[in-house]
């Protein structure tokens, strides 16, 4: 499980977001799960200024690398952070 900082003042609907990247529906404020082809079951929650995001990996491995790089899109949307902000944050503790 990890948490992702929301960017201070980075306001936008992440339910949408979410919908258009991944094509799930539901309440992110509770909770939604779906799954993603390459990064597997996805449990995620907004927890007041940040991003709660729990992943079980898929058993059988995919070899398409865009899942990668639509996958740290879609972070650097939801949080206003790009990776290099978003791995200082995972070293403060």
């Known amino acids: 499980m990890r948490e992702y900082k ?3 003042g980075h306001n ?3 339910n ?3 919908s258009r990247y991944f094509g799930a529906k539901g309440d992110i404020v509770k909770g939604m799960q ?3 082809e390459g990064i597997g079951d996805v ?3 907004q927890d007041k200024s940040s991003l709660v995001i729990d992943i079980v990996p898929p058993k ?8 990668i790089k639509k996958w740290n899109e879609f972070l ?8 290099k902000e978003r ?3 995972f070293g403060r503790v």
Request: glycine share 2%; charged share 35%; aromatic share 8%.
């Open 6 to 8: 929301i960017k201070k």
């Open 60 to 67: 059988k491995v995919c070899n398409d690398y865009n899942i």
């Open 16 to 18: 949408a977001l979410v």
């Open 43 to 45: 449990t995620m929650k």
């Open 34 to 36: 779906f799954s993603v």
């Open 76 to 83: 650097f949307e939801a949080t206003g952070k790009d990776t």
């Open 12 to 14: 936008l609907d992440l």
């Open 87 to 89: 791995k200082k944050d």
